[in-house]
C-alpha cells in the first residue's frame, strides 16, 4: 500500500456526519487503553457529536480537509490560525495543525504525509512563519512522523485530558524559514 496518493478536498457542513463517524473511530483507535471506558464514551460523545462537528464546520476560519482514497475518506487534518492553546504564539502569525488523524490501515502507506505536505504548503504559500501543534507525550508515533517533517518541542506543555484521565500534551513548532 505505499505511496499512495490521496484526493484532499475542504471538509464542509453536508460532511458532517462521516466526519464525526471518521473522527470517532481515529481517536478511538489512538487512545483506546489510555483512560477508562467511560471517559471514552464521554469525550467521543461530547467532541465528535453531528452538532460540535457541525458547529466548527460552519467556522470558515476551522478548516478540515478529508484525503480520499476512492472516493471514501481515510483520514483528516484541521488547522487554523488559532491562538487561543498557547497565547505566546501571537507574537508571530502562526498555523496550527489543531488535528491529524488517519484510519489505522491507511498508516505508512503516504495518506499521512500527503496531509502534512498540503498543510506546509498552505502555511508556505500564505507566509506564516511558524506553524505549531500539541501531541500526547507518548505518542512516540506521532512525534516520528512530525520530526520528519522539523517539528521540535518549543519546551511548554499543556493538560489535555480525556474526562477525568488526566493527560498531557506537548507544544511542537517549526519556523518556516527553519531547515
Ligand atoms: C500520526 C500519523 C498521522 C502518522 O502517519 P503514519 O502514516 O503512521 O506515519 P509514517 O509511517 O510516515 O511515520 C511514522 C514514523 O513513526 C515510526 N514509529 C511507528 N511506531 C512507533 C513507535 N511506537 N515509536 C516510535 N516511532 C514509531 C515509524 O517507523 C515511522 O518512522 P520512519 O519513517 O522513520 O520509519 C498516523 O500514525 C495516525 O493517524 N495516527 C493516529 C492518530 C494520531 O496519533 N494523530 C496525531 C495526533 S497529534
Same mark, same amino acid.
Given at each position: 500500500?505505499?505511496?499512495?496518493?490521496?484526493?484532499? @478536498?475542504?471538509?464542509?457542513?453536508?460532511?458532517?456526519?462521516?466526519?464525526? @463517524? =471518521?473522527?470517532?473511530?481515529?481517536?478511538?483507535?489512538?487512545?483506546?487503553?489510555?483512560?477508562?471506558?467511560?471517559? &471514552? $464514551?464521554? !469525550?467521543?460523545?461530547?467532541?465528535?457529536?453531528?452538532?460540535?462537528?457541525?458547529?466548527? %464546520?460552519?467556522?470558515?476560519?476551522? &478548516?478540515?480537509?478529508?484525503?480520499?482514497?476512492?472516493?471514501?475518506?481515510?483520514? !483528516?487534518?484541521?488547522?487554523?490560525?488559532?491562538?487561543?492553546?498557547?497565547?505566546?504564539?501571537?507574537?508571530?502569525?502562526? =498555523?496550527?495543525? #489543531? @488535528?491529524?488523524?488517519? #484510519? #489505522?490501515?491507511?498508516?505508512?502507506?503516504?495518506?499521512?504525509?500527503?496531509?502534512?505536505?498540503?498543510?506546509?504548503?498552505?502555511?508556505? $504559500?500564505?507566509?506564516?512563519?511558524?506553524?505549531? %501543534?500539541?501531541?500526547?507525550?507518548?505518542?512516540?508515533?506521532?512525534? @516520528?512522523? !512530525?520530526?520528519?517533517? /522539523?517539528?521540535?518541542?518549543?519546551?511548554?506543555?499543556?493538560?489535555?485530558?480525556? /474526562?477525568?484521565?488526566?493527560?498531557?500534551?506537548?507544544?511542537?513548532?517549526?519556523?518556516?524559514?527553519?531547515?
Amino acid at each position: 500500500m505505499n505511496g499512495i496518493k490521496p484526493v484532499l @478536498r475542504r471538509v464542509v457542513p453536508e460532511d458532517a456526519e462521516v466526519l464525526a @463517524r =471518521l473522527g470517532a473511530e481515529t481517536f478511538f483507535d489512538t487512545f483506546v487503553g489510555t483512560c477508562t471506558e467511560e471517559d &471514552m $464514551k464521554g !469525550y467521543l460523545e461530547q467532541t465528535y457529536s453531528v452538532e460540535t462537528v457541525l458547529r466548527e %464546520l460552519s467556522d470558515p476560519e476551522d &478548516m478540515f480537509f478529508f484525503a480520499e482514497v476512492q472516493g471514501a475518506p481515510v483520514g !483528516y487534518i484541521r488547522m487554523k490560525e488559532d491562538y487561543e492553546g498557547l497565547p505566546l504564539m501571537r507574537q508571530w502569525k502562526a =498555523l496550527e495543525c #489543531k @488535528r491529524l488523524y488517519v #484510519k #489505522k490501515e491507511f498508516h505508512k502507506t503516504g495518506v499521512a504525509q500527503a496531509l502534512m505536505d498540503f498543510f506546509m504548503e498552505y502555511a508556505s $504559500k500564505n507566509r506564516f512563519e511558524v506553524v505549531w %501543534l500539541g501531541v500526547w507525550e507518548f505518542n512516540f508515533r506521532a512525534q @516520528r512522523f !512530525y520530526s520528519k517533517y /522539523g517539528f521540535v518541542p518549543n519546551g511548554q506543555s499543556h493538560p489535555f485530558p480525556i /474526562g477525568s484521565t488526566p493527560q498531557t500534551d506537548i507544544w511542537l513548532w517549526k519556523f518556516m524559514n527553519a531547515p
